[in-house]
C-alpha cells in the first residue's frame, strides 16, 4: 500500500525533472541574459569607476570592462554551470503536492536571486584571482582568498544546495496560510471578549 503513493511522488518528479529539462534547453538564452544583466547592474553599482559589463552569448557570459586592452581577450564563464540546478528545483517542486502557482513563482524568485548572486561570486572572483599582476595590485589577500572561497563554494555545494534550500520552505508553505491564521487569530480573541 505504501508504494502507491511513493511511487507517485517518484513519478511526479521525473516527469518535473523532464519538464524542468526541456524548459532548461529552450529558455536559457534568455534567462542567462537577464541573469548577466541584473549582475551586471549589482556590480557596476559596487564599482567606482562602473567598467564592468556582462553579455550572454552561445552559452557563456563574457566578461568586459572598459579598462581592458582593446586587443585583450574577453574571458568567458559557463553559463550552464550556473543555472542547471533549476532542472533540480522542477523535480522537487512536481514531488510536492499540492502545487501552487505561487509556491513555483516564490522558488523561481529565489532561484533567480540566487544566480545573480553567483554570478557576481563568479565575476568577482575572476577579477581577484585571474588577472594576474592586475589582481593583486587591486584586491588584498583576504579579498582573493573571499571572492575565490565564494565562488568555489557556490561550484562544489551551493549549486546542488540550493534548490533543496529554496524547495524545503516551501514545500509546506500554502500561500494564503498566514491570512487564514491571522483571521482565525482575531476570531478567537474576539469570542474572548
Known amino acids: 500500500m505504501t508504494a502507491g503513493p511513493a511511487l507517485r511522488t517518484v513519478l511526479r518528479a521525473a516527469c518535473g525533472f523532464a519538464v524542468g529539462l526541456a524548459l532548461?534547453?529552450?529558455f536559457s538564452a534568455p534567462y542567462e541574459r537577464a541573469v548577466a544583466a541584473f549582475a551586471e547592474t549589482i556590480l557596476r553599482v559596487s564599482e567606482?569607476?562602473?567598467v564592468t559589463r556582462l553579455a550572454a552569448r552561445?552559452?557563456?557570459i563574457v566578461v568586459d570592462r572598459s579598462d581592458f586592452?582593446?586587443?585583450a581577450p574577453r574571458p568567458g564563464l559557463p553559463a550552464g554551470d550556473l543555472h542547471f540546478n533549476f532542472v533540480i528545483l522542477t523535480a522537487l517542486l512536481a514531488a510536492t503536492t499540492p502545487l501552487s502557482a505561487a509556491r513555483v513563482l516564490a522558488a523561481a524568485a529565489l532561484l533567480f536571486a540566487v544566480?545573480?548572486?553567483?554570478?557576481c561570486c563568479q565575476v568577482e572572483a575572476?577579477?581577484?584571482t585571474r588577472l594576474g599582476a592586475w589582481s593583486e595590485a587591486n584586491y588584498g589577500i583576504f579579498a582573493r582568498n573571499a571572492w575565490a572561497a565564494a565562488f568555489h563554494f557556490y561550484q562544489i555545494a551551493?549549486?546542488?544546495a540550493a534548490p533543496f534550500a529554496i524547495w524545503w520552505p516551501l514545500s509546506s508553505w500554502e500561500p494564503g496560510e498566514m491570512k487564514?491564521?491571522?483571521q482565525e487569530g482575531k476570531r478567537k480573541r474576539r469570542g474572548k471578549s
Do not use: D, I, S
Open 126 to 128: 575572476l577579477y581577484a
Open 69 to 71: 586592452p582593446p586587443a
Open 24 to 26: 532548461w534547453a529552450a
Open 115 to 119: 544566480h545573480v548572486l553567483a554570478l
Open 48 to 50: 567606482r569607476p562602473a
Open 58 to 60: 552561445n552559452g557563456e
Open 158 to 160: 551551493g549549486r546542488f
Open 180 to 182: 487564514g491564521k491571522g
